[in-house]
């Protein structure tokens, strides 16, 4: 079993900036992958970005078009998301998620969901 808490959401007004953590306690193994979704109501739950353990490797939804930055505290289990230029359309709950590579069957593990929101 692996545990998430975020934290560092809020509202801000379009073009400030949040920056998301989550931290993973529990069963992690040394490869592993961490990242966030996002859900804005009545729309489905989307990838905004991964980060891997082994090699740092980040993957970043069309939209995020350079303005978030995904990182990782190895050590720490701990992801970050910096978002700069925030629209409106950025609003929703935020998802911290986690799976350990090479796990079959893969588990992805979700954190509660922390709510961002982005005033025009």
């Known amino acids: 079993q692996v545990q998430l808490v975020e934290s560092g959401g809020g509202s801000v007004q379009a073009g400030g900036s949040l920056r998301l953590s989550c931290d993973a306690s529990g069963v992690i193994f040394n490869h592993n992958t961490m990242g966030w979704y996002r859900q804005a109501p009545g729309k489905p739950r989307e990838l905004v970005a991964t980060?891997?353990?082994?090699?740092?490797?980040?993957n970043y939804a069309d939209f995020v078009e350079g303005r978030f930055t995904i990182s990782r505290h190895n050590a720490k289990n701990t992801v970050y998301l910096q978002m700069n230029g925030l629209r409106p359309e950025d609003s929703g709950v935020y998802y911290c998620?986690?799976?350990?590579?090479?796990?079959?069957?893969?588990?992805?593990?979700w954190g509660q969901g922390i709510q961002v929101t982005v005033s025009s």
């Open positions: 998620t986690f799976n350990n590579e090479f796990v079959v069957p893969r588990v992805d593990y």
């Open positions: 980060i891997t353990s082994s090699d740092g490797h980040k």
